[in-house]
């Protein structure tokens, strides 16, 4: 079991950007891949971007070219930079562990509390 804590929300006017932060609280990186979900006001959670021990990153099609999703093994961090928010971008941000990219609905960690993002048009 590992420890993860989500900041870096905020509002902000559609267009601009907003970088979010997924600290844990031990080096998970070489055992596990991580991810990004978002649940919007009335849907379901979803994968927004995930990436691997190694690197290797996949993307929902609807941030491709818009979100990067990286990580910092030395710091057990892993970050979103979304850039030209939308307001459906809006949501409370989670981020979690999973088996590899192409499994992250099979989560490894307990869910946290989440960081609100909120898109004004």
């Known amino acids: 079991q590992v420890q993860l804590v989500e900041s870096g929300g905020g509002l902000v006017q559609a267009g601009g950007s907003l970088r979010l932060s997924c600290a844990a609280s031990?080096?998970?990186?070489?055992?596990?891949?991580m991810g990004w979900f978002r649940r919007a006001p009335g849907k379901q959670r979803e994968l927004v971007a995930a990436i691997s021990s190694h690197g290797s990153t996949r993307y929902a099609d609807s941030v491709k070219g818009r979100f990067t999703i990286s990580r910092d093994n030395a710091n057990n961090t892993m970050y979103l930079q979304m850039n030209s928010l939308k307001p459906e971008d809006t949501g409370v941000y989670y981020c979690?562990?999973?088996?590899?990219?192409?499994?992250?609905?099979?989560?490894?960690?307990?869910w946290g509390q989440g960081t609100q993002v909120t898109v004004s048009s």
């Open positions: 031990r080096n998970i990186f070489s055992i596990s891949a």
């Open positions: 979690n562990t999973g088996p590899s990219i192409w499994t992250m609905n099979l989560v490894l960690d307990s």
